[in-house]
C-alpha cells in the first residue's frame, strides 16, 4: 500500500468517526458551549475558594468549596459554612462576581441565543445582550445604594456600607439568598425594619419577573402572552402563599406582636422571597403546617418568569401542561392559547422540562433520605430548593459529600436544564407560524 492511498484511509476514518459530531446543530453547539462554561466556570471557582489563595479566612475543603462555587453561579445563595465567617473580603468580592456572571450574565447570554433562535423575547424589537447586561447593574447599584445609605449608620466607613448593600441588592436581584450576617451582627435588626423590606421585597420581583416582563409591562405597545401568563400566575401564588401563611397557627405566634398590616408585609415578602430565593423570616419552614409547605414548594417548584434570574419549570410550562390535559379530558385536539395553536414540538418541549424536573425532584429527594437518613419531608424541600436555585439551608442540617454533590447537580439542572432543552430542540427552520407565537418556554 503506497503512501497516498494510505492516508485517503486515514482521512475516510477520520471522516467516519467525526461523522456524528459534523451532524450537531448550531442550537446543540450553542447548548454544549453555555453548559461546558457553567461547568467550567464553577469549577475554577471552587479552586479559588479551596486554594489558600486568600478569599477565605479557614481551610474549606474542596466538597464545600464546590458547593459554594456551584450555588454562587447558579445563584442559589446556599453555603455548608456561613460566609460571613468563612470569606474573606476577597471572597465576598468572589461570590459577587459569580452572582453576576451566573445571573444577570446568563440571562442576557441566554436571551441573545433564543433571540437568534426566532423566539419572540421583546414585543416589537430585539435588544441585545450586553444591554440587558448593563441594565441589570443598573438596577443591583441603584437598590444598593439605597440600602447602603440607609444602613450607614451601622458600619465604620460609607464604602462599607455601601458595599453590604450591594452584596445584598445583588444577592437579591439575582433571587439567591446570600446574606454575610451572624447572630451578633449589626446589621441583623435592620433586616426586618420597613426600608430594607420594600427595598430587598422590590429587587427580588423584579429579578423574578425578569427584564423581558418589566421591559413589556412599561410600554405602550401590546403585550406579550408570556407578560399575562407570568404576572397572573405571579399574583395567584403570591396571594395564595399570603393567605395560607397569615391563617397558619405557627406564623401567627412568630408575628404576634406585629399589627394586621405589618403581618400582611411579612406574609407578601415571605410569599414572594421564599419561592424566588429562598428567603424566610420564619425560623424554621418545617414547624410551618404540612398544607402550607406543599403550597409553598409547589410555588417554589413553579418558579419565576421566562428569561428571569429564577429558577423552576416556569409558568408558561405549567400554563400549557395544564391546558393540555384539559384538552386530553374533553378529548379535544391542539393547545389553544391567547388566541393562537402552539405546534406540537412546543408541547411536547414543555412536557420534557416538566416531566424532567419532577424526576430530579424526586430521585434527588428519596436519594437525599436514604444516605443521610433525613426525613423524606425535610429532604423534598432541599431537593425543591437546589432544582428551584433558591436558598438550600444546609448550614443546620449535616449533609454528607455525596448529598451535596446531588444538590449541586440539582443547582445546574435547574439553573441550565431548562435552557438546554428549549435551546438544543430548535431548528435553525422555524415553523411559519413562529413570528405569530407569543408564548415561549425557558
Keep these: 500500500m503506497n503512501v497516498p492511498d494510505l492516508a485517503q484511509r486515514v482521512r475516510e476514518f477520520m471522516v467516519q468517526a467525526l461523522s456524528p459530531v459534523n451532524r450537531i446543530t448550531p442550537p446543540q453547539k450553542r447548548t454544549a458551549l453555555v ?27 474542596l466538597g ?45 447570554i441566554t436571551i441573545g441565543v433564543l433571540q437568534r433562535l426566532g423566539v419572540p423575547i421583546f414585543a416589537h424589537t430585539k435588544i441585545r445582550g450586553w444591554r440587558l447586561f448593563a441594565a441589570v447593574l443598573l438596577i443591583e447599584i441603584w437598590a444598593g445604594a439605597l440600602l447602603g445609605w440607609h444602613w450607614r449608620g451601622l458600619y465604620d466607613t460609607l464604602p462599607q ?45 423584579i429579578g423574578s419577573l425578569g427584564l423581558p416582563v418589566i421591559v413589556d409591562v412599561i410600554s405602550q405597545r401590546r403585550k406579550l402572552a408570556q407578560t399575562t401568563i407570568s404576572l397572573s400566575v405571579m399574583g395567584l401564588l403570591l396571594a395564595g402563599g399570603m393567605v395560607s401563611l397569615l391563617i397558619s397557627p405557627v406564623w401567627q405566634s412568630a408575628h404576634a406582636q ?52 429564577g429558577g423552576g419549570v416556569t409558568p408558561t410550562t405549567v400554563v400549557v401542561m395544564v391546558l393540555a390535559g384539559w384538552n386530553i379530558l374533553r378529548q379535544r385536539r391542539g393547545v389553544h392559547l391567547f388566541g393562537q395553536t402552539l405546534p406540537q414540538p412546543f408541547v411536547r418541549r414543555a412536557a420534557l422540562i416538566l416531566v424532567s424536573g ?44 455525596v448529598v451535596t454533590t446531588i444538590l449541586t447537580v440539582g443547582m445546574l439542572w435547574g439553573r441550565v436544564g431548562v435552557f438546554l432543552i428549549v435551546s438544543a430542540f430548535y431548528d435553525e427552520k422555524l415553523p411559519k407560524n413562529s413570528e405569530k407565537q407569543t408564548v415561549w418556554l425557558g
Design 161 to 205: 456600607a455601601f458595599f453590604a448593600g450591594l452584596f445584598h441588592a445583588t444577592s437579591a436581584f439575582a433571587n439567591a439568598g446570600f446574606d454575610w450576617m451572624t447572630a451578633t451582627s449589626p446589621l441583623l435588626p435592620m433586616m426586618n425594619d420597613l426600608p430594607s423590606l420594600v427595598i430587598i421585597g422590590t429587587t427580588v420581583m
Design 358 to 401: 419532577v424526576a430530579v425532584v424526586c430521585l434527588s429527594a428519596l436519594l437525599i433520605a436514604v444516605i443521610d437518613q433525613i426525613a423524606l419531608d425535610r429532604a423534598v424541600v432541599l431537593a425543591t430548593a437546589a432544582f428551584a436555585t433558591t436558598s438550600v439551608d444546609a448550614t443546620g442540617v449535616p449533609l454528607s459529600g
Design 35 to 61: 453548559g461546558s462554561a457553567f461547568l467550567g466556570g464553577a469549577f475554577v471557582a471552587a479552586l479559588l475558594f479551596w486554594l489558600p489563595l486568600g478569599f477565605s479566612q479557614q481551610a474549606m475543603s
Design 258 to 309: 406585629q399589627s394586621w398590616g405589618q403581618q400582611v408585609l411579612y406574609a407578601g415578602f415571605d410569599a414572594l422571597a421564599w419561592r424566588t430565593a429562598g428567603i424566610f423570616q420564619h425560623d424554621d419552614v418545617m414547624q410551618l403546617p404540612v398544607l402550607t409547605r406543599i403550597g409553598l414548594l409547589v410555588a417554589m417548584f413553579v418558579g419565576c418568569a421566562p428569561g428571569s434570574m
Design 64 to 108: 464545600d468549596a464546590w458547593f459554594l462555587a456551584v450555588s454562587a453561579l447558579t445563584a442559589s445563595g446556599a453555603s455548608l459554612q456561613p460566609i460571613a465567617t468563612t470569606l474573606t473580603p476577597a471572597g465576598m468580592w468572589l461570590v459577587l462576581i459569580l452572582l453576576h456572571g451566573g445571573g444577570a450574565g446568563f440571562m442576557s
